[in-house]
C-alpha cells in the first residue's frame, strides 16, 4: 500500500465512487432541496469514470443532463472507522471531476422515493481530471471551482463554502464504507448547475491548478429516429 503523500503524478483510477449531495447551501437552494444535518452520500459504479478524449453521453430516457463541477479527493491509505483529526493523512492527492447528473431522471425518483443510481452513475457520469498530488493544493478546504459551457460562466465557487469538509466527509463516509487506496469521494458541487445539450463543450478546472474540457454527445439519436419513423 502507498503511503499517503507517496502517490505520484500518474495515477490508476478504477476504484469506488463516494458521492456527497448538497455540500453547498446555494446548491441546496437553487434545487429547492432542504440543507443537510449530516452528509448525503450516494455512489457511481466505477464504469462512470471517463478521462479527457472520452465523451459525456446522455444516458438514454434523459432530456436534461446537468454539470457539476466537483474537487474529487483521492484516497492514499486505506481506513476504517477513521478519526476526524487523522483523516486528512488519508487523503493520497486530488482530481477535478464532474458529477454529470440526469436531473429528470433524479427528479422522478426522488418523487417515488427511489435510488438515484440510473441518474448518477450511468456510464461517462464521472469525468475526471489527470491525479493532482497532495502538495499542489495545501488547503483543499479553500480551492476555487469553475465551470464553463461553450465558453459562458455556469459555475464559480469555492470549497471553502462546502457544509462539511474534508476531513468530517472521511470519517463519516468510513464509519459505514472501508475508505479503500484508490477509491474516489466526490465532495458536491457549488451553485450554477444547469442544463447541457448535444454538442456543448464543457471547461471546467479547479483555480489554476487543474482544467479539462469534454464533449457532449447523444448515442441514442438514432433510436429516436427510428421510433419517430414507427409512428
Ligand atoms: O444536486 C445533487 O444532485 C446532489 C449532488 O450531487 C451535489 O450536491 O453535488
Ligand atoms: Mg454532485
Not at 503511503?3 to 495515477?11: D, E, I, N
Not at 477535478?96 to 435510488?115: E, I, S, V, Y
Request: aromatic content about 6%; glycine content about 10%; some cysteine.
Amino acid at each position: 500500500m502507498a503511503a499517503p503523500g507517496k502517490l505520484t503524478r500518474f495515477y490508476e483510477f478504477g476504484k469506488k465512487i463516494i458521492c456527497i449531495g448538497r455540500n453547498y447551501r446555494e446548491h441546496a437552494a437553487e434545487l429547492g432541496n432542504p440543507v443537510p444535518t449530516e452528509p448525503l452520500l450516494f455512489s457511481k459504479p466505477t464504469t462512470a469514470y471517463i478521462r479527457e478524449g472520452q465523451n459525456i453521453q446522455i444516458p438514454r430516457g434523459c432530456s436534461s443532463l446537468h454539470h457539476e463541477v466537483e474537487l474529487g479527493v483521492v484516497i492514499g491509505k486505506t481506513g476504517k472507522n477513521i478519526h476526524p483529526g487523522r483523516a486528512m493523512n488519508h487523503v493520497g492527492g486530488y482530481v477535478l471531476a464532474l458529477d454529470m447528473t440526469a436531473r429528470d431522471l433524479q427528479a422522478k425518483a426522488k418523487k417515488k422515493g427511489h435510488p438515484w443510481l440510473i441518474a448518477k452513475g450511468f456510464d461517462t457520469s464521472c469525468p475526471v481530471s489527470e491525479f493532482i498530488p497532495l502538495k499542489m493544493i495545501p488547503d483543499p478546504n479553500s480551492v476555487q471551482l469553475w465551470l464553463k459551457v461553450n465558453g459562458a460562466t455556469r459555475q464559480d465557487g469555492t470549497t471553502a463554502d462546502m457544509i462539511f469538509g474534508i476531513a468530517e466527509l472521511l470519517s463519516y463516509i468510513s464509519t459505514y464504507f472501508t475508505l479503500e487506496e484508490g477509491d474516489l469521494v466526490l465532495t458536491g458541487t457549488p451553485s450554477g448547475v444547469g442544463e447541457v445539450v448535444e454538442g456543448d463543450v464543457i471547461t471546467c478546472g479547479l483555480g489554476n491548478l487543474a482544467e479539462m474540457s469534454f464533449s457532449v454527445e447523444n448515442p441514442h439519436k438514432r433510436d429516436r429516429i427510428q421510433l419517430s419513423s414507427v409512428d
